[in-house]
């Protein structure tokens, strides 16, 4: 998409933000919900309607691990990394993941097809160790069924 | 707009047709756990069988019985009221037809209301019993989405009775309960009211802090899923107090149903002039927004999260100025978390007098907890404050697979870590935590047992802290990057015998850091030289993980040919053969032990180091590089 359409769209979608009322997280949210992520170009958007700098918003977005600034990959695995998930081997399940891909935490695979994203623990801890597959809950799980689970994604 | 009469009588009135409803009604509970364990298929499946079988549906919130997720209540007519767990989807047929009929004994839990042959009364079960319900009042019991049920079991009179005495009669209310903020910080909520009543510029604000972001808690994940409006109506009894005239709850990202339900609830409130110029005609002007935040731990602090509300990354600044006297947009703020204001409601709706009958001398009241790890029961409980915690464990069935309680982390990473031996007596409470140099936390109790390491959660919970520090203060930023770096060669069998003495200059420097998460930073650290120290030894002198939990302390070996192991063979490829021993591995696995998983009979996880190794000797370079 062209800077200049990408400009207007992401300004329609912040429309109703305005400055110092708390709302740059809303419009980060609001850009990353619909593109996925939180392209460079509404960096600036986003900026000229809440009356930042450009660098302040970018600080902001930066800050949280939330915020991603590259595309997602077509299947999201976030890796749960919270202690129960930990006690209940969690860490096996991480190292079976990264081997299994070939990418580490944070990273998508070349096709992008599947990517590694780094999880809070959300309190579904009935479920640990858990993966979430784009968003959905999966587990509780070993090290054995997470490498099953990535060969299947793979394979889809 | 309405009246609250109107409002009351229409509540009233939609609650009696849930409570003696005309035929069968299910009542299926949707959270964020029950829909990880399958709850939303199991409604599906539910609703196309309703019309045959002729039964209601609704929705509910979340009671707590996470470990019997799916879970399904049904009431009928006769008012009989039986709760059913683990009805998932493939199941419901089967279930739906004998509910329906009489009761279906597979999956009855307990009975609610009335009987039924053969299930005990879920109140009279060893989880129920210790149990006081008055913050989880609601939970899993009305239909969050819908504000009748809250206004007909009692909802928002709570509000009209405060509006109705004088300001300083309310505040002086709150502080006479021994209310303290729930969070973990355990600070006086009508001091704090009275702050913000004082502070002398207008606007004033409210903030909910509901960035529950200590992992292995959801105490408010569970108040916001199942009973939004008991937080907005003590945002609302909180703002006549203090005449704060807008709110904002700072909700984090990982809760998209709290979302969902809290916007639902507050759009509601709008519709029925309960948020707005004038509060079900009182004259309170109060309204409020949601801001979402986006995965940052450090936000849970107060002016981190102000910070955050205010166009800014999330970090902490020196107080003062605190917050009510310079908060969001520089106006006087007041910050809670969830709990602490549905906590206001419950004691307007249960009377000072009732509240202050339950809990201890210094803390009246009750407190939500959540249970985890290696427990037999994982979900949600509200117990009266000075609990035992061997009391609450019993109650819960102990620790699962017959292993022993080895230690407790309650109150997410900052809070500590107590061996069973002395977390067993302590009364679930904030003062013998504090005598002991730790904290309770928000409400988050994690159960450890004998398989599991503590170097290896160290070594968890120093990434989790160094990741989450806003990195303004050296001593939080780079006294976390060393503690990560301790653990993890500790964790790998490399750790120096010159290391307990950095740890110890760490836990003594990084107190100085600005906010509470770089000072309580290295308290689970401390925690373990204290109490764990043997173990700890075992990891730093013998390079020996005594729960071989540590990968880079043990290796995975050969020892049997059944068939599985072929199968671990094609899991791990790179290290297991499916015809037998390898002569020439050195025993580790890329997978995590994933092949271990497959096969443990024929695959022995055991130390790498047999015998002692002995410890490096300190090269002048190396005390140089990590100073």
């Given at each position: 998409?062209?800077?200049?359409?990408?400009?207007?769209?992401?300004?329609?979608?912040?429309?109703?933000?305005?400055?110092a009322?708390?709302?740059?997280?809303?419009a980060?949210?609001?850009?990353?919900?619909?593109?996925?992520?939180?392209?460079?170009?509404?960096m600036?958007?986003?900026?000229?309607?809440?009356?930042?700098?450009?660098?302040?918003?970018?600080?902001?977005?930066?800050f949280?691990?939330?915020?991603?600034?590259?595309?997602?990959?077509e299947?999201?695995?976030?890796?749960?990394?919270?202690?129960?998930?930990?006690?209940?081997?969690?860490?096996?399940?991480?190292?079976?993941?990264?081997?299994?891909?070939?990418?580490?935490?944070?990273?998508?695979?070349?096709d992008?097809?599947?990517?590694?994203h780094?999880?809070?623990?959300?309190?579904?801890?009935?479920?640990a160790?858990?993966?979430?597959?784009?968003?959905?809950?999966?587990?509780?799980?070993?090290?054995?069924?997470?490498?099953r689970?990535?060969?299947?994604?793979?394979d889809? | 707009?309405?009246?609250f009469?109107?409002?009351?009588?229409?509540?009233?009135?939609?609650?009696?047709?849930?409570?003696?409803?005309?035929?069968?009604?299910?009542?299926?509970?949707?959270?964020?756990?029950?829909?990880?364990?399958?709850?939303?298929?199991?409604?599906?499946?539910?609703?196309?069988?309703?019309?045959?079988?002729?039964?209601?549906?609704?929705?509910?919130?979340?009671?707590?019985?996470?470990?019997?997720?799916?879970?399904?209540?049904?009431?009928?007519?006769?008012?009989?009221?039986v709760?059913?767990?683990?009805?998932?989807?493939?199941?419901?047929?089967?279930?739906?037809?004998?509910?329906?009929?009489?009761?279906?004994?597979?999956?009855?839990?307990?009975?609610?209301?009335?009987?039924?042959?053969g299930?005990?009364?879920?109140?009279?079960?060893?989880?129920?019993?210790?149990?006081?319900?008055?913050?989880?009042?609601?939970?899993?019991v009305?239909?969050?989405?819908?504000?009748?049920?809250?206004?007909?079991?009692?909802?928002?009179?709570?509000?009209?009775?405060?509006?109705?005495?004088?300001?300083?009669?309310?505040?002086?209310?709150?502080?006479?309960?021994?209310?303290?903020?729930?969070?973990?910080?355990?600070?006086?909520?009508g001091?704090?009211?009275?702050?913000?009543?004082?502070?002398?510029?207008?606007?004033?604000?409210?903030?909910?802090?509901?960035?529950?972001?200590?992992?292995?808690?959801?105490?408010?994940?569970?108040?916001?899923?199942?009973?939004?409006?008991?937080?907005?109506?003590?945002?609302?009894?909180?703002?006549?107090?203090?005449?704060?005239?807008?709110?904002?709850?700072?909700?984090?990202?990982?809760?998209?149903?709290?979302?969902?339900?809290?916007?639902n609830?507050?759009?509601?409130?709008?519709?029925?002039?309960?948020?707005?110029?004038?509060?079900?005609?009182?004259?309170?002007k109060f309204?409020?927004?949601v801001?979402?935040?986006?995965?940052?731990?450090?936000?849970?602090?107060e002016?981190?999260?102000?910070?955050?509300?205010?166009?800014e990354r999330?970090?902490?600044?020196?107080?003062?100025?605190?917050?009510?006297?310079?908060?969001?947009?520089?106006?006087?703020?007041n910050v809670?978390?969830?709990?602490?204001?549905?906590?206001?409601?419950?004691?307007?709706?249960?009377?000072?007098?009732?509240?202050?009958?339950?809990?201890t001398?210094?803390?009246?009241?009750?407190?939500?907890?959540?249970?985890?790890?290696?427990?037999?029961?994982?979900?949600?409980?509200?117990?009266p404050?000075?609990?035992?915690?061997?009391?609450?464990?019993?109650?819960?069935?102990?620790?699962?697979?017959?292993?022993?309680?080895?230690?407790?982390?309650?109150?997410?990473?900052?809070?500590?870590?107590?061996?069973?031996?002395?977390?067993?007596?302590l009364?679930?409470?904030?003062?013998?935590?504090?005598?002991?140099?730790?904290?309770?936390?928000g409400?988050?109790?994690?159960?450890?047992?004998?398989?599991?390491?503590?170097?290896?959660?160290?070594?968890?919970?120093?990434?989790?802290?160094?990741?989450?520090?806003?990195?303004?203060?050296?001593?939080?930023?780079?006294?976390?990057?060393?503690?990560?770096?301790?653990?993890?060669?500790?964790?790998?069998?490399?750790?120096?015998?010159?290391?307990?003495?950095?740890?110890?200059?760490?836990?003594?420097?990084?107190?100085?850091?600005?906010?509470?998460?770089?000072?309580?930073?290295?308290?689970?650290?401390?925690?373990?030289?204290?109490?764990?120290?043997?173990?700890?030894?075992?990891?730093?002198?013998?390079?020996?993980?005594?729960?071989?939990?540590?990968?880079?302390?043990?290796k995975?070996?050969?020892?049997?040919?059944?068939?599985?192991?072929?199968?671990?063979?094609?899991?791990?490829?790179?290290?297991?053969?499916?015809?037998?021993?390898?002569?020439?591995?050195?025993g580790?696995?890329?997978?995590?032990?994933?092949?271990?998983?497959?096969?443990?009979?024929?695959i022995?996880?055991?130390?790498?180091?047999?015998?002692?190794?002995?410890?490096?000797?300190?090269?002048?370079?190396?005390?140089a590089r990590?100073?």
């Amino acid at each position: 998409m062209p800077d200049n359409e990408a400009t207007l769209e992401i300004a329609h979608l912040v429309r109703d933000f305005k400055p110092a009322d708390g709302d740059l997280m809303g419009a980060l949210h609001a850009v990353q919900h619909h593109y996925g992520y939180v392209p460079k170009i509404a960096m600036k958007v986003v900026a000229r309607q809440l009356r930042l700098s450009e660098a302040k918003v970018y600080g902001a977005a930066t800050f949280y691990s939330e915020f991603r600034l590259t595309p997602p990959p077509e299947t999201l695995i976030s890796w749960c990394s919270g202690p129960t998930c930990r006690l209940k081997g969690g860490d096996r399940i991480r190292q079976a993941l990264e081997t299994e891909l070939g990418i580490g935490m944070g990273q998508n695979t070349p096709d992008n097809k599947l990517g590694l994203h780094f999880g809070q623990c959300n309190g579904t801890c009935e479920h640990a160790a858990q993966l979430w597959v784009d968003g959905k809950v999966t587990g509780p799980l070993t090290a054995a069924d997470a490498v099953r689970l990535v060969r299947n994604l793979k394979d889809s | 707009m309405p009246t609250f009469e109107e409002l009351r009588q229409q509540g009233q009135a939609a609650w009696a047709a849930v409570e003696k409803p005309e035929r069968p009604r299910f009542v299926v509970s949707i959270n964020t756990s029950s829909i990880a364990a399958g709850a939303r298929e199991t409604y599906a499946a539910l609703e196309k069988l309703a019309p045959s079988l002729g039964f209601d549906l609704m929705q509910t919130g979340d009671d707590g019985i996470t470990w019997a997720e799916p879970i399904v209540q049904v009431r009928k007519p006769d008012g009989q009221h039986v709760l059913y767990g683990n009805v998932t989807a493939d199941r419901t047929e089967a279930f739906a037809a004998a509910a329906v009929k009489g009761v279906a004994q597979d999956h009855a839990v307990g009975v609610i209301h009335g009987s039924a042959e053969g299930v005990p009364m879920l109140w009279d079960l060893d989880w129920a019993k210790m149990q006081v319900r008055w913050l989880m009042y609601n939970c899993g019991v009305i239909d969050p989405e819908s504000i009748d049920h809250y206004i007909g079991r009692g909802g928002y009179q709570q509000f009209i009775d405060a509006a109705q005495m004088s300001r300083d009669d309310l505040i002086n209310i709150v502080k006479g309960s021994t209310l303290r903020g729930h969070s973990g910080s355990f600070f006086s909520t009508g001091t704090k009211w009275q702050f913000l009543k004082d502070a002398a510029t207008e606007p004033k604000y409210l903030v909910c802090n509901a960035d529950e972001g200590d992992p292995g808690g959801w105490v408010n994940r569970v108040v916001m899923e199942s009973d939004p409006h008991m937080l907005i109506e003590g945002l609302l009894i909180g703002a006549y107090a203090t005449g704060a005239t807008w709110g904002w709850i700072y909700l984090r990202e990982e809760y998209p149903l709290a979302y969902e339900r809290l916007n639902n609830a507050i759009a509601a409130c709008r519709e029925r002039g309960i948020l707005g110029e004038d509060a079900l005609g009182t004259g309170v002007k109060f309204d409020c927004e949601v801001v979402r935040g986006a995965g940052a731990y450090v936000c849970g602090d107060e002016t981190g999260l102000i910070s955050s509300i205010n166009d800014e990354r999330g970090m902490p600044r020196i107080k003062p100025p605190f917050p009510a006297q310079s908060g969001v947009l520089g106006k006087p703020t007041n910050v809670n978390n969830v709990e602490t204001y549905a906590c206001v409601t419950t004691l307007l709706r249960v009377g000072a007098e009732t509240f202050s009958s339950v809990g201890t001398e210094a803390n009246r009241g009750t407190k939500m907890f959540t249970l985890s790890g290696a427990c037999e029961k994982t979900g949600c409980i509200e117990v009266p404050f000075g609990i035992k915690v061997n009391e609450l464990l019993a109650g819960i069935g102990g620790i699962a697979n017959g292993r022993q309680f080895k230690a407790l982390q309650q109150g997410g990473p900052l809070s500590g870590l107590l061996p069973a031996s002395i977390a067993g007596d302590l009364a679930l409470e904030p003062e013998p935590f504090r005598a002991l140099g730790v904290g309770m936390g928000g409400g988050g109790l994690i159960f450890l047992d004998d398989t599991h390491c503590v170097v290896d959660l160290n070594v968890m919970v120093a990434h989790f802290v160094e990741d989450e520090s806003c990195a303004r203060c050296t001593t939080c930023r780079i006294g976390n990057q060393r503690m990560v770096e301790i653990f993890e060669r500790t964790a790998r069998g490399e750790g120096r015998e010159e290391d307990e003495g950095r740890l110890t200059q760490l836990f003594a420097s990084m107190v100085f850091s600005n906010c509470l998460h770089g000072a309580l930073s290295p308290t689970i650290a401390r925690n373990t030289l204290q109490y764990f120290r043997e173990e700890y030894d075992a990891h730093l002198h013998e390079h020996r993980c005594p729960a071989k939990v540590c990968q880079g302390l043990i290796k995975y070996v050969v020892v049997g040919n059944s068939p599985a192991l072929a199968e671990a063979a094609k899991i791990c490829p790179d290290h297991i053969a499916a015809s037998g021993p390898q002569p020439d591995t050195d025993g580790r696995c890329s997978r995590g032990g994933a092949c271990c998983d497959v096969a443990p009979g024929d695959i022995a996880v055991e130390d790498r180091y047999t015998d002692i190794v002995p410890l490096r000797v300190i090269a002048p370079a190396d005390v140089a590089r990590s100073g």
